[in-house]
């Protein structure tokens, strides 16, 4: 297929050095999404990457490809389940020890399903908000304690979604925490610009990873790219590139914003 509906060939190679010496640290990192491909844009553009997941096997292994291709000693690896304070402690202690500090705190976590109100039990409306939303609180408020402390300023990138600001049926649950993501960014920005940290967020619509592929329907996927206004997914790298673009000395005015990776802004 040719025109405006073609996908990108491939992710762009090497780097511009934008986040040189920094240290990141990036949730939900294991498998082939945007917190793997976060991870290896951050590592390109010279940082160094802690990266986590609560799934112990996935992280190892993404830990060793990124390790292989960008240098064993630039990537670390620490099990994190965000409902948990103690591990999401245990995290940036981690980053800390490794590489001495965080400047930069990529919050990816989230969990989705698809199930309407009628039907929704408590326990999965809590799962969901307890992953997006309060897991991503725990990271800012850990991360910025941490970046207060070290008294040079930093970054907070939170993952949201097109599906905080628009309808769509059976996702109650998951929109209410993507947009309660929105305004923790804004707010938390707010708290934090005093310190010399900005806190953004990007805002994906369809991003395609094999993990989305085995939980959604073709025919759904189908119909969400055709919504799209390139009529294609997004891929993660994509939408990595401009998590890398807030993170970076580039968007060094920008705080408290969230930026659509796609064309459905509200």
């Not at 553009?45 to 292994?61: F, K, M, P, Q, Y």
């Not at 707010?190 to 993990?211: C, K, Q, T, W």
Request: hydrophobic share 45%; proline share 3%; charged share 20%.
């Amino acid at each position: 297929m040719t025109g405006p509906t073609s996908a990108p060939t491939s992710a762009p190679t090497g780097g511009h050095e934008l986040l040189a010496g920094k240290v990141v640290v990036v949730t939900a990192a294991a498998g082939t999404g945007i917190g793997a491909a976060t991870a290896e844009r951050a590592l390109a553009e010279g940082a160094n990457v802690v990266i986590s997941d609560h799934h112990e096997r996935r992280l190892g292994e993404t830990a060793a490809r990124l390790g292989e291709a960008h240098g064993e000693g630039r990537v670390r690896a620490v099990v994190c389940d965000v409902t948990v304070e103690e591990q999401v402690q245990a995290l940036l202690a981690g980053a800390v020890e490794a590489f001495g500090r965080v400047d930069v705190m990529v919050n990816n976590a989230g969990l989705g399903g698809t199930r309407s109100v009628l039907e929704m039990p408590d326990e999965e409306w809590h799962r969901v908000l307890d992953v997006t939303l309060n897991g991503t609180f725990r990271c800012t408020r850990a991360a910025l304690r941490r970046m207060v402390e070290q008294g040079r300023g930093g970054v907070i990138v939170n993952n949201a979604s097109v599906i905080g600001w628009r309808a769509q049926a059976g996702q109650a649950h998951y929109a209410a925490a993507k947009a309660g993501v929105m305004a923790l960014t804004r707010c938390a920005a707010m708290d934090a610009a005093e310190h010399g940290i900005r806190v953004n967020a990007v805002a994906p619509s369809l991003a395609m990873h094999p993990f989305l592929e085995k939980v959604t329907s073709a025919e759904l996927l189908d119909e969400l790219a055709a919504k799209e206004a390139f009529g294609r997914a997004a891929e993660p790298w994509e939408v990595a590139n401009v998590i890398v673009f807030l993170a970076s000395d580039y968007s060094s005015y920008l705080t408290g914003e969230v930026v659509s990776v796609s064309s459905q802004h509200p």
